[in-house]
C-alpha cells in the first residue's frame, strides 16, 4: 500500500509537465494567430493608403489642364515625392505579407506538433 502511494506522485509529477507543455503551446498557437490578424490589419490599412494615395495622383494628374512651366515642375516635383512614398508602402506591404506568411506556416507547424 506504501509503494502505490510513493508511485503515484511520480506519475503526477510527470504528466504535469506534459500538460504545462500542451498548454504552453496552445498559449504561443493563440499568440501566433493574434499576431497574424493585427499583421493582416496593419497590411490592409496600408493597401487602402496605397489606394488612397494613388486617387489622389490621379486626380492631381486629372486637374492640371493647361500646365505653365512651373505648374509643370510642381506636378513633377509632387509626382517625384509620391513614386517614392508609394515605392517604401509597397516594401512595407510586401514585408507585412511575407511577416504574415512566415508567422502562419510557425503556427501551422505548431498546431502539427501539438497535433502528434
Known sequence: MILFRIKRPAQQQQQQPLLNDVQNENSNVHA???IIDQLRRDLQI????????Q???EKKRSSIAV?????I???MQLQTMLNARLEEMLVENDLLKKSIQELE???Q????????
Open 46 to 53: 496600408k493597401t487602402d493608403e496605397l489606394e488612397t494615395m
Open 109 to 116: 507547424q505548431q498546431k502539427c506538433k501539438l497535433i502528434k
Open 55 to 57: 486617387q489622389r495622383i
Open 32 to 34: 501566433l494567430q493574434q
Open 73 to 75: 515642375g510642381q506636378a
Open 105 to 107: 506556416a510557425f503556427a
Open 67 to 71: 500646365p505653365s512651366n512651373e505648374t
